[in-house]
């Protein structure tokens, strides 16, 4: 939409090395303006580079999950705090990948949201249905109660978060939500925000799954697609900016 600025997001997941994240972050920043917000989450150990590399750049980074926790003993978890100590701007939270497989529940993702908020970074929470659920219909209920998870322990702070729909059969996979699918799921949970927050008309909604350059216009033209979730694409420059270069 015009009144929202849209947001790329590139999800590295497990991948990179100094070597490797220098060049993307060295192309990244000499892209020059691009018409969409763009960040990088980054795997936990590459936060400094990012940092480093990124600042006194518009594009913002962060990573790709956070402990529920403030500190203490909690081995190989990275609280929000610490996320916050390196610039964070954002952090995905219940990716289907830490859902599936490592049982990541919708009241366990909804607190993860809550405790980036407390230190002002930006969740970015991922909804979406498996393909059996969309076979079975219920694509509906399941993003319904993933959200409504969030949407009540959040409370009034909930306008400040951002939702990524992704769904898990569109997931690095290769085949993309059509743009009316997606947008119709965007649309059922831009409704189910507004009815908790004012604030919904202003909150960017992101799609997630096998984005690429040649399907990203089409999919952000759609009502209420306000830019993207990209896991393959974003680790090439190119293709990256180019994404960022159709919101
Ligand atoms: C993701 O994992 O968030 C994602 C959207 O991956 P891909 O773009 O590779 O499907």
Same mark, same amino acid.
């Given at each position: 939409?015009?009144?929202?600025?849209?947001? %790329? %997001?590139?999800?590295?997941?497990?991948?990179?090395?100094?070597?490797?994240?220098?060049?993307?972050? #060295?192309?990244?920043?000499?892209?020059?303006?691009?018409?969409?917000?763009?960040?990088?989450?980054?795997?936990?150990?590459?936060?400094?580079?990012?940092?480093?590399?990124?600042?006194?750049?518009?594009?913002?980074?962060?990573?790709?999950?956070?402990?529920?926790?403030?500190?203490?003993?909690?081995?190989?978890?990275?609280?929000?705090?610490?996320?916050?100590?390196?610039?964070?701007?954002?952090?995905? %939270?219940?990716?289907? #990948?830490?859902?599936?497989?490592?049982?990541?529940?919708?009241?366990?993702?909804?607190?993860?949201?809550?405790?980036?908020?407390?230190?002002?970074?930006?969740?970015?929470?991922?909804?979406? #249905?498996?393909?059996?659920?969309?076979?079975?219909?219920?694509?509906?209920?399941?993003?319904?109660?993933?959200?409504?998870?969030?949407?009540?322990?959040?409370?009034?702070?909930?306008?400040?978060?951002?939702?990524?729909?992704?769904?898990?059969?569109?997931?690095?996979?290769?085949?993309?939500?059509?743009?009316?699918?997606?947008?119709? %799921?965007?649309?059922?949970?831009?409704?189910?925000?507004?009815?908790?927050?004012?604030?919904?008309?202003?909150?960017?909604?992101?799609?997630?799954?096998?984005?690429?350059?040649?399907?990203?216009?089409?999919?952000?033209?759609?009502?209420? &697609?306000?830019?993207?979730?990209?896991?393959?694409?974003?680790?090439?420059?190119?293709?990256?900016?180019? &994404?960022?270069?159709?919101?």
């Amino acid at each position: 939409s015009e009144t929202r600025q849209p947001l %790329v %997001v590139g999800n590295w997941k497990m991948h990179g090395s100094h070597a490797v994240n220098e060049q993307l972050l #060295e192309a990244l920043k000499a892209a020059g303006p691009l018409p969409a917000e763009a960040a990088v989450c980054v795997p936990f150990p590459y936060l400094a580079q990012a940092a480093e590399r990124l600042a006194r750049s518009p594009i913002g980074w962060g990573a790709q999950d956070v402990s529920v926790h403030a500190q203490g003993a909690y081995t190989g978890e990275v609280s929000a705090a610490m996320l916050a100590d390196f610039g964070s701007r954002y952090v995905i %939270v219940g990716h289907s #990948e830490r859902r599936q497989y490592h049982g990541e529940t919708d009241q366990l993702v909804a607190d993860k949201a809550k405790v980036a908020l407390a230190k002002g970074i930006t969740p970015i929470v991922c909804v979406g #249905e498996t393909l059996a659920q969309r076979e079975a219909g219920e694509t509906e209920a399941v993003v319904k109660r993933q959200l409504s998870a969030v949407i009540h322990t959040l409370g009034p702070c909930v306008g400040e978060m951002v939702v990524a729909y992704e769904p898990v059969w569109a997931i690095g996979t290769g085949l993309t939500a059509t743009p009316e699918q997606a947008q119709a %799921v965007h649309a059922l949970l831009r409704a189910q925000l507004a009815a908790a927050s004012p604030r919904a008309g202003q909150m960017r909604l992101l799609y997630g799954g096998s984005v690429k350059p040649d399907n990203a216009k089409v999919l952000f033209a759609q009502a209420d &697609i306000d830019g993207g979730l990209i896991g393959g694409a974003a680790l090439k420059a190119e293709d990256f900016l180019a &994404i960022c270069r159709a919101a």
